[in-house]
């Protein structure tokens, strides 16, 4: 259960600093605080352990596998027309589907980034730190052009 008030999320920080960012509870849709990025890592990790499987597990495979699986998403979609948020108009069983092969993309993408030895969820909040300065709230407000369209002098 979300409570009313500003709830703090604890993340963890490539650089190892314990980084602390205050999201307010704005009734909005939101992810369980748990699993962590790391915690589904160490459970595939397991997984393919268990499996013997880290042989066929090379970034080149990962990728390609990862690819598979975001076209499985994308059949899901394929043929709808535009899509309203929260999929009002889907049955259960398409939803639960659609859960299905998000976390496969999610599974391999996490694999595919400790394979490759990058600490994702550092890095994802690190390359939105970036993006906020590419494309600065002031200037691009309402608008979705590519950050090369504007005149950032503004
Ligand atoms: N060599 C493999 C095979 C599978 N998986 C794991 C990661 C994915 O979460 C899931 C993918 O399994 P499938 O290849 O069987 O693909 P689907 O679950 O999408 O089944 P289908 O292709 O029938 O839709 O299993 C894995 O880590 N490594």
Same mark, same amino acid.
């Given at each position: 259960m979300n409570s009313p008030d500003a709830k703090k999320q604890k993340l963890q920080c490539g650089?190892?600093?314990? #980084?602390?960012?205050?999201?307010?509870?704005?009734?909005?849709?939101?992810?369980?605080?748990?699993?962590?990025?790391?915690?589904?890592? =160490?459970?595939? *990790?397991?997984?393919? =352990?268990?499996?013997?499987?880290?042989?066929? *597990?090379?970034?080149?495979?990962?990728?390609?596998?990862?690819? #598979?699986?975001?076209g499985e998403v994308s059949e899901l979609f394929q043929w709808r027309g535009e899509v309203k948020e929260g999929l009002p108009d889907w049955s259960e069983k398409d939803k639960k589907h659609l859960a299905q092969e998000l976390s496969d993309v999610l599974i391999y993408l996490v694999r595919l980034s400790e394979r490759c030895h990058i600490d994702l969820p550092a890095a994802a909040l690190e390359k939105i730190e970036m993006n906020k300065k590419k494309y600065p709230a002031h200037v691009v407000y309402g608008s979705s052009k590519k950050y090369s369209e504007y005149d950032l002098k503004e």
């Open positions: 650089d190892g600093s314990d #980084g602390q960012i205050n999201v307010a509870d704005t009734g909005e849709f939101s992810f369980s605080d748990k699993p962590t990025l790391d915690d589904i890592r =160490k459970v595939q *990790h397991e997984f393919c =352990k268990e499996r013997n499987w880290d042989q066929f *597990h090379t970034p080149r495979n990962i990728l390609l596998a990862m690819v #598979g699986e975001v």
